[in-house]
């Protein structure tokens, strides 16, 4: 939205997007699972471009629950009037680039076709391509299932029911406890527990969200210096500057604190094991607290990967559940579902008996949405074949031999390490900035030197070496699907140092990138 608001009413570009959702609003118009709700505080989550936007707008929760965004997100289509030019309902199933004129012709699921001169995704990172896992006897199934990410939009009412809901990644840990309320039983079937720390979220006070919005300017300032686009606490130091009291202080500070922030109790928790043993026992001992079946409580405890190496979760409630007469878990980390039966899910010879199974089993991330598109770029070759071995980009801006192609918060940017609103209008900015200089330099074609690419995607790789996060088997490395190829796909720098270096590869005239010579007279390159 911010791309087709930049670019047409700044640039006064011919601008036409392409949205799959029959209306705005990508992850949060699919994602209405009771007790969706972003993990990034309301007001940074939310777009800084305009300031009577950010003045006119005001949020209810800390946390934003989806109605709210999306509700948002129709008030920001509305207010810029970006309908208008938004095909909605339908989806690019092709994309190639002709190299006879340097436009990209783009085919839709209808049949329709577009020519464009360039071509910008804005495909998220997980919301186009819901996993269901390859189980057998899915179809068999007497009862309904569901996936988080495409929830059916009337809702759906469990009262009465016997529901399973596969996975504990963010999206389960934030339906369980709503399902937990109101079915007649619920059965969690875990692979691997998720870190999880308590969202605390709170209605904001009238007078509280009106000082934020007075403080406004300078809380977006220091958002833009910060590794993840948003303002949160910073460590008081490494964990080993602080005595193992003062790292229980700061833990527990955060704990109660809520949200996120739990991560950054010590400067060095994604990259010193020690100092991350630390937050991650602080985050068992909890667990152990919580719930009183020492049995479930130790099943919940994560003890195979790094605090944060799979992406923490912030919950309402989540542990608490286990405690409610109606939840059970089954573990099936060393025992994986078998089939579904007409009646349940078969676990070790057990069926278990449910009406409904929810998954909330994730997604082909990062890379499964710009792999649908069907990218063909020079010489006809896909965008799978070049990524067969893992994603390579330029600054997780472009990759070569595709010209003429912008990818907003692609693998190898910092993206879902960060707020992703944040890193969209850092990605749109930039690439506006770069079409209008194409424009002024009268250049019809663009693309990412292959030296250029490898030298990012060497920093990416090395970057991510020194962290813990690619210990964890995660979607961002890629190891939720069978047979992906597990390439840390964010880049770890964070968003106010990628911000510089890709700032500076701007003032050094788009460094690493080659663009062709100038425009016969009177021909239009930006259309
Ligand atoms: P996810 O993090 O990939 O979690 C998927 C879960 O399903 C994992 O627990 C996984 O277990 C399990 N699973 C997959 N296949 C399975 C199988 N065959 N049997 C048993 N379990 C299976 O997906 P997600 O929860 O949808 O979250 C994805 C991302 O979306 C998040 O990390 C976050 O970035 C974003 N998100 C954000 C929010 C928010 O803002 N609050 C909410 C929801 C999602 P394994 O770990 O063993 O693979």
Redesign the pocket.
Known sequence: MYALRKLRDELGMDVHVVERGEDVGGTWYWNRYPG????AESIFYSYSFDADLQQEWTWTERFATQPEILDYCRHVADRFDLRRDITFGDSVVGAVFDESDDRWTVRLESGGVRRARFLVTAVGC?AASPRV?D?PGLDDFAGATYH??RWPHEGVDFTGLRVAV???????I?VIPEIAKQAAALTV?Q??P?YSVPARNRVFAEDEIARLKREYPALRAEARQTGGGSVLPLPPGKAGDLSPEQQRAELRKRWELGGPGYMFAFADSMVDEKANAVAADFVREQIREIVRDQDVARLLCPTTYPIGA??IC?DTDYYATYNRDNVTLVD?SGS??ERVTPKGLEVGGHVHEVDAIVF????DAMTGPLLQLGLRGVGGRTLAEKWAAGPRTYLGLATADFPNLFMITAPGSPS?LTNMVASAEQHVDWIAAHLEALRAAGATRVEAEVEAEDAWVEQVNTAASFTLFPQG?S?YIGA?VPGKPRVFMPYVGGYALYGQQIDEVARDGYRGFRRNAVLEKGERPGG
């Open positions: 969706a709700r972003c993990d997980l896992p189980v988080t990410g596969i996975g504990t990644g963010s999206s389960g934030q079937f692979r691997t998720s799979k992406r912030v099936v994986p579902i909330a089993t994730g997604y879902v088997n979607w939720n």
